[in-house]
């Protein structure tokens, strides 16, 4: 059995695999059996790295990254804020 997870790399991969083999005359279902995914996972990889090139994934995993790391710096100044507040409305 293949592994149950696979990194953006890899997908890219299988997805240009795939595309010669549909061309070739394939089916979806002999190019899923031979990927060990369901059909629903391959076209929601299509939909997603569909013409994509490796580098532009590893990119957008990047800018993924900073984005959740700059959305918690956001909510941590957001508890700031509103402790300040806080402090400011008891103070006589």
Same mark, same amino acid.
């Given at each position: 059995? @293949?592994?149950? *997870?696979? $990194?953006?790399?890899?997908? #890219?991969?299988?997805? +240009? &695999?795939?595309?010669?083999? =549909?061309? /070739?005359?394939? !089916?979806?279902?002999?190019?899923?059996?031979?990927?060990?995914? $369901? %059909?629903?996972?391959? *076209? +929601?990889?299509?939909?997603? *790295? /569909? /013409? =994509? &090139? #490796?580098? &532009?994934?590893?990119? #957008? @995993?990047?800018?993924?990254?900073? $984005?959740?790391?700059? !959305? @918690?710096?956001?909510?941590?100044?957001?508890?700031?804020?509103? #402790?300040?507040?806080?402090?400011?409305? !008891? !103070? %006589?």
């Amino acid at each position: 059995m @293949r592994s149950k *997870y696979r $990194n953006a790399e890899q997908i #890219i991969r299988a997805l +240009r &695999e795939s595309e010669t083999e =549909l061309a /070739g005359g394939a !089916k979806v279902q002999e190019v899923c059996r031979r990927l060990g995914v $369901n %059909p629903g996972t391959f *076209y +929601r990889w299509q939909k997603k *790295y /569909g /013409g =994509l &090139e #490796i580098s &532009e994934a590893v990119r #957008i @995993r990047e800018l993924e990254v900073e $984005n959740e790391r700059l !959305k @918690r710096v956001v909510a941590d100044l957001e508890v700031d804020r509103h #402790i300040l507040q806080e402090a400011l409305r !008891k !103070k %006589p």
